[in-house]
């Protein structure tokens, strides 16, 4: 990510985990943690093989401070289930912390206050793959990529982008489509 030298990101990730919870926690850098009830950090490995990155926290995310724990938390389960990936091989991240009112999409300027949040939870984690659910994980991470296309980022690190959970259980019809992406880069987590 085009921020992960910046003098914000190298000072997060020196401190780590618990460093960077607790700069989460106590961020007020952009107006919605006005209205947030609980930020919402990851759920997962801290040492994951795939990193699974979403928009926002939801309203049940923000209820109990968990990502993907309401709908579209149980069909990513289902996606994580299909992958075959065992715990401790994934993580699920936002692009941001904070819900935003009425669950709207998160403007270009939020994305980028909270963004080195993100990127330090990446320089953290270190995967080797990130799958970016959706298009706001796509802007947020600064890479161009049509649906179910894959790239190698200059890391080194696999991208692969599929649709959102939450977009799915309004458009069933998709969902094959969504099998037939993770049929194709199966091989990049199960070799
Ligand atoms: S969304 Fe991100 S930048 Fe905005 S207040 Fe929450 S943690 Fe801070």
Known sequence: MSDKNSPVVTDLVKGGFPYLEQKILECKNCA???????????????????????????????????????????LLDKFIDYMELKDGEWAVINTLKCRPPANRTP???????????LTTQIELMKPTIIILL????????????EWGESKIDENGTHIVKIFHPAALIY???????????LDKYRYLWNE
């Open 32 to 74: 919605l943690h006005e209205t947030v009830t609980n930020k919402v950090i990851s759920k997962g490995s801290e040492n994951p093989k795939v990193v699974f990155i979403g928009e926002a926290p939801g309203k049940n995310e923000d209820e109990t401070g968990i990502p993907f724990c309401g709908r579209a938390g149980k």
């Open 107 to 117: 403007t270009k300027k939020e994305i980028e206050i909270c963004r080195p949040f």
């Open 134 to 145: 959706g298009n706001t994980a796509e802007k947020a991470y600064g890479e161009t990529l």
């Open 171 to 181: 458009q069933r019809s998709r969902e094959a489509e969504q099998y037939g992406y």
